[in-house]
C-alpha cells in the first residue's frame, strides 16, 4: 500500500487501501465494519472533473471522524 505523491503530505488514499484497513481498524476501535465502510465512503472523491487523477478518500477526514466516534480529542 505505498504510493508517492509530489509533497508527501497528501491526506488521501486510494479506496482499496481503505477498505484492506477496516477491518483492523474495526477491531482495534470497536465501530462496526458496515460503519466504518459507511464513513470511508462519506469521504471519497471520484475524479477530478470525472478525468482527472484516481478516486482517493481524505483519511484525515476519516480519522477524524472515528476520533470524535471514539470521543478523543
Known sequence: MLTSSGSGLDPDISPESARIQIPSVSKASGI??????????????????????????????????????????
Open 32 to 73: 462496526g465494519e458496515a460503519d466504518l465502510q459507511k464513513i470511508v465512503d462519506k469521504y471519497t472523491e471520484g475524479r477530478t472533473l470525472g478525468i482527472f487523477g484516481e478516486p482517493r478518500v481524505n483519511i484525515l477526514k476519516v480519522n477524524m471522524e472515528i476520533a470524535s466516534l471514539l470521543n478523543i480529542k
